[in-house]
């Protein structure tokens, strides 16, 4: 397995017992994703068996079940709880969370800004794609103002979060956002948020062409990557645009990359003082 | 997998796996690949390959395989792929599959 690259790598990793090809739609991009976190992980040389997975409810929650890791089907929005009960008690066992949009911001949105202020050393991957996908499209927290779903066929009035803003304010260890198009690095984003230590996020902007890509002005899948590979550009380019050409562009990369301690091992740190009566 | 000439490489399309999302036929750089009247990639100019690795990291699926000609032996979890394929002659039969997750009902 050590030489292999490509799609010989990532089937060797999958679950050849489960049914394939797998549940997503045509061109939905979690499956990229599920590429992706397969090529972090061999890239840095873990054992199948040093990984865990826990996904929440969705349809990025049913990534989880296509991997040969440990892996922990939870509910909806709690996936980042039973993360961080994992972790305090196997602190040595790489915790990787797999949530939606839906499931990490509005039903999780507690969990991850606590998750993110306490620094659990956990990578959670935010497989973000604006919409409700596996319930029939209803808005999200992170539906774009003005565009459509089924729950707001005449406009999203509300504002969207920001996830990267959102958990750079909650103070997370390591914050990125990549894409399913410029999937290289997004390799390099998994792999540095799970080997950075403390709380990682990785927000990965997906299509969803079902649920999210109909509604609004993409004809087919492709034209949502043919917008991911034109919007998306990196934060150092972004940054130098004018207001008024940043409207239209969206930065990736890395926002925060900071080396304090997770909780698991501040935890373990006083457990030995604790023990050792120092 | 390194050969990055022209003409060089090995493209296999696994058709049970193959979703027809059209990704690696848009954005493949010689244009290797199209959808076929089933709505299924078919490799029609394999010798154009540069093996730049697009289709096979984007790929939703993980339904395309790219080799160097030379050592050319598919893997044994690939080839099961394939021969599953090859034993049951139907063509479109997966896509009913592809609509599932968002159909509106929840699984959650
Ligand atoms: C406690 C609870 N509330 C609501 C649901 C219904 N439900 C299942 S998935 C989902 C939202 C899915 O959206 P998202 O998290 O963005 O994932 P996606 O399907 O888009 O990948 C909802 C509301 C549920 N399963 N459990
Ligand atoms: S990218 Fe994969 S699933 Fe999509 S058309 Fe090509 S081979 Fe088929
Ligand atoms: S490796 Fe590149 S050139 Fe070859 S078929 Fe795939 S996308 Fe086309
Ligand atoms: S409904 Fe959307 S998120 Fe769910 S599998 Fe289909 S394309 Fe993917
Ligand atoms: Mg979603």
Redesign the pocket.
């Known amino acids: 397995m050590v030489d292999m690259k490509g799609t010989q790598l990532i089937h060797e990793y999958l679950r050849h017992n489960k049914k394939f090809p797998h549940v997503f739609c045509a061109g939905c991009g979690?499956g990229i994703v599920l590429g992706s976190l397969i090529r972090a992980i061999h890239g840095l040389g873990l054992k199948k068996d040093e990984v865990c997975v826990v996904a929440?409810?969705?349809?990025?929650g049913r990534l989880a079940a296509y991997v040969d890791f440990n892996t922990v089907h939870t509910?909806?929005?709690r996936a980042l709880t039973f993360a961080t009960g994992i972790k305090m008690a196997k602190p040595g066992m790489h915790v990787i969370v797999v949530?939606?949009?839906?499931?990490s911001m509005a039903?999780g949105g507690n969990h991850l800004i606590h998750a993110a202020r306490r620094n659990i050393g956990v990578t959670a991957l935010i497989?973000n794609?604006n919409?409700?996908?596996?319930?029939g499209g209803q808005c999200?927290p992170t539906t774009p103002s003005g565009s459509f779903s089924m729950t707001t066929p005449l406009g999203q009035m509300e504002q969207s979060f920001d996830c990267v803003e959102l958990c750079t304010a909650a103070k997370a260890n390591y914050v990125a956002r990549g894409t399913v198009f410029h999937v290289k690095k997004l390799d390099k984003m998994i792999m540095e948020g799970i080997s950075n230590p403390g709380f990682g996020v990785v927000e990965i902007l997906t299509p969803?062409h079902t649920q999210y890509g109909r509604k609004n002005k993409y004809k087919t899948p492709v034209d949502m990557y043919k917008m991911l590979k034109k919007d998306v550009i990196d934060i150092e380019r972004y940054n130098k645009l004018s207001e008024a050409d940043k409207a239209a562009k969206t930065p990736a990369g890395v926002f925060v990359q900071k080396d304090e301690s997770g909780l698991e091992e501040k935890f373990y740190e006083m457990a030995a003082r604790c023990q050792g009566g120092v | 997998m390194s050969v990055k000439r022209k003409g060089n490489s090995t493209v296999t399309i696994f058709p049970d796996w193959c979703k027809g999302c059209g990704i690696c036929a848009a954005f493949c750089p010689a244009k290797v690949m199209e959808l076929n009247d089933q709505g299924k990639a078919v490799v029609l100019r394999e010798e154009e390959c540069i093996n730049c690795g697009f289709c096979e990291l984007h790929c939703p699926d993980f339904a395309i395989m790219v080799r160097p000609k030379v050592n050319d032996e598919i893997p044994a979890v690939c080839r099961a792929v394939l021969e599953k394929a090859a034993r049951k002659p139907k063509t479109a039969a997966s896509d009913g599959a592809a609509e599932k997750a968002g159909s509106g009902k929840?699984k959650?």
């Open positions: 979690h929440g409810i969705g349809c990025s509910t909806h929005g949530m939606g949009d839906g499931d039903i497989l794609n919409i409700y996908g596996m319930t999200s969803c | 929840q959650g």
